[in-house]
């Protein structure tokens, strides 16, 4: 199917039912792609020559460092949510009014206190992470079986490790789940926050192309973006596969 949708793509430009201007044709896309990958930056005009793999190595590291820290604290916090009916009520609440709010109207927040520094992206992308894993982590501890925790308070277990031998073993499937939503989010959000807090990445790179009108960039920015998430996303599954095997949700 992928392979129909670029030969009907390549077709539509090349018989002119499609504007190159606004949608570049596959081929020079590729080439684009091949330039930005491997070209020789110092001896060209082109400011995307050569340059493609500093930015994917810049967004990715941001990717990473800003999911890791949403994905500890919104797991803690969640599974206290979840399995503490106090912490429900004290925390709940301030979860349920900030995960609304729309991650770029934090932006002029994340530049006045970080200035334009990668700090500031891997700060959005942890605000933007956080919500959907907190509340997967929270609904995986709440539905833990009660029959088993009744079990492991009989057999004189404390609250702690029934939390940490029970709790979290039951939770973990949702708790993947959020991972997995909170990572593609990841990708979207260092697009989003490089455009307007960093001046290096995949996200500068594709607003920078917009400005002096690379199509061609912009749809090779886009479509880096797509394969990373989308191999990001398998090493997490392959990750979690060992730990959750028992699981009938994990393939």
Known sequence: MPLLLIVLWELATLTGLVDTRSVPAPHTVVQTWWTW???????????????????????????????????????????????SHWARVLLQPVIDILRPIPTTAWVPFAV???????????????????????????????????????????????????????????????VLTGLRVGLALAWVLVIVSEMVAVKSGLGFSLWDAYYFGRMDVIVVAMLTVGLLGYVSDKVLALAARPVLRWSPDVR
């Open 37 to 83: 990958t491997f070209g020789n930056g110092g001896g060209t005009a082109d400011p995307y020559s050569g340059t493609w793999l500093a930015a994917v190595f810049a967004s990715t590291q941001r990717v990473v460092l800003g999911f890791l820290v949403a994905a500890v604290a919104g797991t803690a916090i969640g599974l206290l949510i979840g399995w």
């Open 112 to 174: 006045v206190f970080f200035g334009i520094q990668p700090t500031a992206s891997i700060f959005l992308i942890a605000l933007g992470c956080f919500p959907p894993i907190v509340l997967n982590a929270s609904a995986g501890a709440l539905g833990t079986p009660k029959v088993l925790v009744s079990a492991a308070r009989m057999l004189g277990t404390s609250p702690r490790m029934t939390l940490w031998r029970v709790g979290l073993p039951s939770a973990l499937p949702a």
